[in-house]
C-alpha cells in the first residue's frame, strides 16, 4: 500500500490482536516540513512537539493502533500491545497539512504467534 506524505493516517484494514502480530517492510522517499527528502527511517532527529509521532524523526513511517503512536522506519514489527487496526503516515507536523511530497510504499505480513 502507498502512504502519501504529508497526508493524514492512512487505515490498513489490517488489526493486531493477542494470537497474531504485523511486520512492516517499507520503501520509497518522502519530503516534509520543507527538509530534504528522506528514506522511510526519516531524519536523525526527533520531530518533537505538533508532530504526528514527537519521538520519531520527521519523514518517517510511523504507526497508530488507537491511541497508541509509534515509530516503524524501513523495517519493523509493530509493538505487542491492545489489539485494533493499524493506521500508517508519514510523521510531520499536525498543522498546516499537505506540504509533503513522495510516499512510501509498504508491505505488511501478519504472523501467528502460536499462542493457541
Known sequence: MRVD???SWL???LRRDRESCLSVSARGVAR????APSSPDGHPLAAGPGALVPEAPLGALVGR???ERFFLGAEARVPEGPAGELLLAVNHREAPR?????SIEVDIATYSLGLG
Do not use: E, R
Open 98 to 102: 499537505g506540504q509533503g511530497l513522495g
Open 11 to 13: 487505515a490498513t484494514g
Open 5 to 7: 506524505a504529508g497526508a
Open 32 to 35: 516534509v516540513d520543507g527538509l
Open 65 to 67: 493502533i488507537g491511541t
